[in-house]
């Protein structure tokens, strides 16, 4: 390995516990030194360190559970029911291999996009198990990705009826037993976590996945990590909205995403939303507030009450008052954790909001507004344990902005809880009141100036198009669906214009995978470019091989002897994982270790992270992001952009821009979303990131938000993000592919560049000889203007001046 891969891991490997939760303790865990272990279950050699599709990685290695327990000098026991396991498991995947060819036929669709994502739920399997030692250890893996949804099926979102009797006899066979969960979001628990002592989410964390659970087995890493998503029985999630049908989709939920509509709705689910257990004890003691102008900065001390080293989060609540508007009975207002406590110690903790960043969304006046009454403050170290201590009042409505409503009729009215919630206070907690005055108070203006870069007057309206479409290969094929369409780095996924080099114009390089870099592995370079040296299959298709061996593109060998070179990239965790440390500086060190690898590999923009909202626990990208509340996901994203964009010249890009929240025919499906909804849930974490770090790119999604494209939407990309949120950067579309292929209905026809162009977008990647068209005949009819064009160089060249500078 190179030197930066050893610092690199190293980096990762201090913090990885961080990452892991977990939801039940007895005590016996952790064993202190290493010996004989008994490992069952389908991850124990088939570990999950990621999703598929866009969030894989091209890694050196990867250490699964079985490779971590032994290297940390343990002894496996159970090598013959593993071995058997295998077996079982290969015979199944033949099997679905062979229905999958089936049912792509009948869909009449293509096989590389009807198979994208498609995960093998886990077979049925009757197998021996017998005590062998003392410890035992079950793993549950789970894996899902880019094109697919999860299902609501034995061996995905369910559990087994194999995986629950080996569990519940593991229960009754070992002195010691855990159930560890390598998956990227929930599983049902019910028919066995009232019966186990011991539960882990490992999550999915990237190179080091197993040694990291081999760590926390031992006592040499302590979890503390903490559920960013609500993990229920199935049948309690809501049911509100829907999910699933691939033409339109009705957000009906409104507000209630997650632990909102739990709380809401006095459901109580197996694990909250912000629960966390740890091998040592905390306690939170005097929790305090101060308000300058409208800055609450809330203060507690934790203090390690326990015999194990550990840290823990400061988790601080708002529960707004009631009025015209309905309200959750709280919301996440901020939160921080404490640096490693040794027992014993305690540290001052403070976490900071500002209170209009709680204003909710009248679609009556068009406005945000701060309603009159008692604005409550908890905090904890636990979801499940919060106490008042502090109130803000109000006493009269503030209106913090005047708006637009740009999103239209959903159909239909929000849901509104039956009863609305009235807190139980202590009269005597600390008081404070704010008056209208404390606020400023904005109007928008929805004409966004962009300066202008004067050298493209030179271009012809001909040439000056080019700059809106993604470089393109006239017979790119199926290439750029696994990475191959950019030309000056093998398997990045595209570039922006590069037939103006004779005039000094350089090319914008973006590579995707959200979990840290894809890139081809092996490449070799000749007079044309960069290319990828065999196959650059990402892992879902890989698994899938004898399905897509013939789809795929192969890259042929040197033709004149040039040198074979590796690019080999750091797999971070996934997003909800490092959501689940509560650690932003954590998240600013993967986005260090990523800007890193963008200086190495000539990379100039990463298309991610990914903050879409885990609105339902079967979206097949959940893993990829970051959580059911929109102030954890715009934190996290505003972190990792830090940590990228402190590398001079690179940049994120911020996706999916939005209400991207189901992968069942992504390219079409209509999302019916009311404008509080949009606002509140699915932009506010977007809003977050684009104030607090300024990302250099935001990518928007494939779907439709009541009606039209996200990347054709005017009053998405124009009013909201520019003219509100002030954003001056690069927005590109999502990878526009397959055309009739794709895009088969007529009422919703394929993305137009013009029309993207015209919507306050820039570039429409990966770009076609058919767009470059279509964006021409916007111009000609004078439904897109030349000077949108030269906004969208503009920024194109925006971005290609801080390339050249650093």
């Known amino acids: ?38 490992l069952y279950g389908n991850g124990v050699r088939k570990t999950v360190k990621g999703g598929t599709g866009s969030g894989e990685v091209n890694s050196r290695f990867f250490i699964n559970i079985e490779e971590g327990f032994e290297k940390a000098g343990f002894t496996v026991t159970t090598k013959e029911w593993l071995d058997a396991y ?67 099926s034995k061996g995905d979102i369910y559990l087994s009826d194999s995986e629950i009797r080996d569990i519940l006899k593991l229960r009754e066979l070992y002195d010691k037993f855990m159930l560890v969960l390598n998956t990227g979001g929930p599983v049902d628990l019910s028919p066995v976590y009232d019966k186990l002592d011991n539960i882990l989410v490992l ?31 199935e049948s309690d999630y809501s049911k509100l909205g829907d999910f699933g049908d691939p033409r339109e989709t009705y957000y009906k939920e409104g507000i209630y995403v997650g632990y909102k509509y739990f709380d809401s709705c006095l459901v109580k689910p197996t694990f909250p ?48 008052p ?82 637009k409503n740009v999103f239209g009729d959903p159909g239909f009215k929000d849901f509104t809880p039956p009863a609305k919630h009235v807190p139980e206070l202590n009269t005597d907690i600390k008081t404070v009141t704010l008056l209208p005055e404390n606020f400023s108070h904005k109007t928008y203006i929805y004409e966004f100036c962009t300066k202008l870069n004067d050298s493209l007057k030179d271009f012809s309206d001909e040439d000056l198009a080019y700059f809106a479409i993604g470089h393109f290969k006239d017979k790119a094929g199926l290439g750029s669906l696994i990475g191959n369409q950019a030309m000056t780095v093998a398997g990045a996924a595209g570039e922006t ?12 390089v973006m590579a995707d995978g959200p979990a840290g870099l894809r890139l081809s592995p092996q490449y070799y370079e000749d007079a044309e470019g960069a290319h990828t040296y065999g196959l650059n ?106 940590g990228v964009q402190a590398h001079a010249g690179k940049g994120v890009t911020i996706k999916h821009f939005a209400a991207n929240n189901q992968e069942t025919d992504r390219y079409n499906n209509n999302a019916h979303v009311s404008e509080r909804a ?47 949120w002030g954003y001056d950067n690069l927005v590109m579309t999502d990878w526009v592919l397959g055309g009739a292929m794709l895009y088969s209905d007529e009422t919703r026809p394929i993305p137009n560049a013009g029309k993207v162009t015209a919507a306050g977008g820039d570039v429409f990647m990966p770009g076609c000889l058919d767009d470059y068209k279509r964006l021409m005949n916007e111009l000609r009819t004078g439904n897109l203007k030349r000077k949108q064009l030269e906004r969208a160089a503009s920024h194109v060249l925006k971005l290609l001046a801080l390339k050249k500078k650093a």
Not at 302 to 307: E, L, P, R, S, V
Not at 597 to 626: K, V
Not at 692 to 721: F, Q, V
């Open 1 to 38: 390995m190179y030197d930066y891969e050893v610092s690199h891991l190293e980096v990762l490997r201090k913090s990885l516990a961080e990452c892991t939760v977990l939801l039940k303790k007895n005590g016996s865990f952790p064993v202190g030194t290493p010996g004989n272990i008994a």
């Open 86 to 152: 295998d077996r079982v498991r290969a015979e199944a995947k033949k099997q679905f291999i062979k229905d999958l060819k089936v049912r792509a036929r009948k869909a009449h669709v293509n096989p590389v996009f009807f198979g994208m994502g498609a995960v093998m739920p886990e077979p049925e399997f009757d197998l021996t198990i017998k005590r062998e030692c003392d410890t035992a250890i079950y793993v549950v893996a789970r894996i899902s990705g880019e094109g697919n949804d999860r299902t609501l």
């Open 203 to 233: 999550s999915q964390l990237g190179v080091e996945t197993g040694a990291c659970l081999a760590d926390i087995v031992l006592g040499n890493a302590n979890p503390s990590g903490k559920l960013t998503t609500t993990w229920a029985k």
């Open 273 to 320: 939303f912000g629960f966390g257990l740890s091998y040592t004890e905390f306690e939170v003691k005097n929790p305090d507030f101060l308000v300058e102008d409208t800055c609450v900065t809330v203060t507690a001390t934790i203090k390690n009450t326990g015999i194990y080293p550990g840290k823990e989060a400061l988790l601080v609540y708002i529960s707004c």
């Open 322 to 403: 009631n009025g015209k508007l309905d309200k959750p009975v709280k919301q996440l207002a901020a939160f921080n954790k404490s640096t490693e406590l040794a027992p014993g110690a305690e540290a001052t903790v403070s976490a900071s909001f500002k209170l209009e960043d709680f204003a909710s969304y009248d679609e009556e006046t068009a406005s945000y507004i701060l309603e009159s009454g008692d604005y409550i403050l908890r905090a904890g170290h636990q979801s499940t344990d919060l106490k008042p201590f502090g109130r803000i009042t109000l006493p009269q409505t503030v209106t913090i902005s005047c708006n």
């Open 497 to 508: 214009v590069g037939r103006f080099r004779n005039r000094g114009i350089d090319t914008i």
């Open 537 to 642: 299959v990402i892992e879902g298709m890989l698994d899938l091989l004898p399905f897509f061996v013939k789809y795929i593109i192969p890259k042929g060998k040197p033709k004149n002897g040039e040198p074979i070179r590796d690019q080999y990239c750091t797999a971070i965790p996934i997003g909800t994982a490092i959501a689940q440390s509560f650690n932003p500086s954590f998240a600013k060190e993967c986005g260090d270790i990523v800007g890193d690898e963008m200086e190495r590999f000539n990379i100039d923009l990463w298309l991610a992270p990914a903050l879409n909202i885990h609105r339902d626990i079967r979206c097949g990208r959940n893993f990829e992001y970051f959580s059911e509340d929109p102030i954890v996901s715009g934190v996290f994203a505003a972190a990792i952009t830090k």
């Open 678 to 724: 949009m606002r509140e849930i699915y932009l506010k974490g977007f809003e977050i990131c684009v104030r607090e770090a300024n990302p250099l790119s935001i990518m928007t999604s494939y779907n439709l938000i009541n009606g039209t494209h996200t990347s054709e939407h005017r009053g998405l990309t124009h009013d909201i993000l520019r003219c509100e």
